[in-house]
């Protein structure tokens, strides 16, 4: 809920410890049904790899949760989402504010394992068949998340040559009525 005169995103996470706990078709359905049910703007599943901490910690999207480094933490708020989109993950759903963005037909055109539309117009893009896709194949997994950030527009996403002060094309997040 917002109280006051900062509108901010709220977040939702859910994390797992291990990838084997992650039963996919529930988790799907589960950020689909919310996607619908909250009007989300944004939403994702992902794996974080040590491939892309550097990106993540670049633009502020992955931290870490221990000091030994080794529980990776990937969060996105209201501030990053005004500047840029810090990457696509392996299901991102994008809420009106992107369809607008990039566009209905560009989005469900995009090159993804699957594409689907919600029925509140919101669009899911799934970049491979799987999870455990993206540590398995990790190599093909980002030549499919590069194709989908070219596909897409990739003036949208974080870029680690153009940094944090490039001008990134972003959505006009429009505010609810204030809940109190």
């Known amino acids: 809920m917002q109280y006051g005169p900062h509108r901010d995103h709220a977040i939702w996470s859910i994390s797992l410890k291990k ?26 599943i992902h794996k974080i790899t040590d491939a892309e901490v550097p990106r993540g910690r670049a633009n502020g999207s992955v931290s870490f949760l221990d000091a030994a480094y080794t529980e990776k933490d ?34 469900l055109s995009c090159p993804a394992y699957r594409v689907k539309e919600l029925d509140n117009g919101s669009i899911v893009v799934q970049l491979t068949p799987e999870l455990k896709d993206i540590t398995i194949e990790e190599a093909a997994f980002e030549r499919a998340r590069q194709d989908a950030r070219n596909h897409l527009n990739n003036d949208a996403f974080f870029d680690l040559t153009k940094g944090m002060d490039y001008r990134y094309r972003v959505p006009e997040f429009v505010w609810g009525p204030i809940l109190q």
Do not use: N
Not at 19 to 35: G, I, M, R, S
Not at 79 to 107: A, C, N, Q
């Open 74 to 107: 990937l969060y996105l708020v209201t501030h990053h989402l005004r500047k840029f989109l810090p990457d696509i993950y392996w299901v991102t759903m994008f809420g009106k504010p992107y369809v607008e963005l990039f566009s209905r037909e560009r989005l």
């Open 19 to 44: 990838v084997k706990d992650f039963a996919q078709p529930a988790f799907c359905q589960l950020l689909e049904c919310a996607a619908c049910t909250f009007s989300a703007d944004l939403g994702f």
